[in-house]
């Protein structure tokens, strides 16, 4: 899964610096506006459906069909409430109408993402890696190549919403495909009652997650134009690249593999504390190298083009050894069934992180806003390993 992986992720690094040579600031702005408002206003994203059927994967097959029309249903409400949202847009960011399109379009990706979860969960419980890694390499391949014709084709900002948007469409039919899932016509509302309860929990969860991971693009948008806003985006987006490549790719594996030693709860913990350490030190050395060589690598490549994402990509690769290191805690929570314990603590760091770079946003600069997610992440990521870990 981790040598699949790497491949699509190495791909996207090197996309997004094309991109960049491709697109404007404020183009970058725009995408990253939109993705916020999706991110934030979806719901079919926050449901979990993936953790849900993890921890049940002992009854998988009872759990699918209702999985399903829930994935269903939650796709739905997110459209309704993008679209409901949608013409607020650029009267919250102080944008042109365009962002108004690239939120619509946006949308029909997102509604797509419960039933990506849900088939991937059923595939990895199987140790079907190989079959999720492959289709999360297609799927990457097919994105890059649309993002990067678009734009050369002048589309703007919309070239990386329409790839993302298409791509994930086809990433749930091929999935849909390859799991074959018995579906029925009954959507099993008892099932629904029966875990609604977990549902809750990682809906409020996520949500806080959601804040943690956009909120930074939101309230930059709120107080800045959207030529900072897009500096900061790209500058973000390369600070993660090397989580994107050694620690999601193992966050599939992880999830099952955890969940599979629950009846030995020492030796899932002992599981999860080696995997946290490998991160580190893989991750850390190679976020340090960014950070010292992201200045001669951006005015190398775009001359003074991306000067205002210097300082920004240099703070973000330091705060991103944290991020490395935390960033499979949901696999142990989800892993133990403790929904209740990662719902408090995501809780707690959404309003701790939306406060923070709220006022980081109104008192400085993009910087600033860089800064305070370094300080965020230094006092609560150390903190939700220990209650991930402390089950």
Sequence with gaps: ????????????????????????????????LAISVIDITGVVQKMGFREMLMHRQDRVHEWMNPAIWASAAGGLITLVLIVLFAPFAPWVFSSDREIVTLVLVAAVGASMVGFIGSFEAMLSIQLRFKTVGALQTVESITRVGLQIGLAFSGFGAMSIILARSLTWV????????VS??????????????EAWRDCLNLLITNSSFVAIRQGDYFLLGVFFSEAIVGAYYFAFN?????????????????????????????????AFVNVVSLISFVAVPLLVMQ???AEPLLKGLYGDKWNDAIVPLQIL????????VGWNSGAMFAATGRFREQRITALIGGVAFVVSIGLAAWWGSAVTVAVAVLAFRSVYIPIQIGVAASG
Aim: glycine content about 4%; overall charge positive; hydrophobic content about 55%.
């Design 1 to 32: 899964m981790v040598g699949v992986s790497l491949f699509a992720k190495a791909l996207t690094s090197v996309s997004q610096l094309i991109l960049a040579g491709l697109l404007l600031q404020t183009e970058f702005g725009l995408a990253a």
């Design 170 to 177: 086809m990433h749930a039919f091929a999935l849909f495909v």
């Design 180 to 193: 074959k899932p018995q579906l029925r016509l009954s959507p099993e509302l008892a099932k629904w009652q």
């Design 238 to 270: 390369l600070s993660t690249q090397a989580i994107m490549l050694i620690a999601q790719s193992m966050s599939t594996v992880l999830a099952a593999g955890l969940s599979k030693l629950k009846s030995d709860p020492v030796r899932q913990r002992r």
């Design 291 to 293: 950070a010292v060589c």
């Design 317 to 324: 690769s330091v705060a991103a050894c944290w991020s490395a």
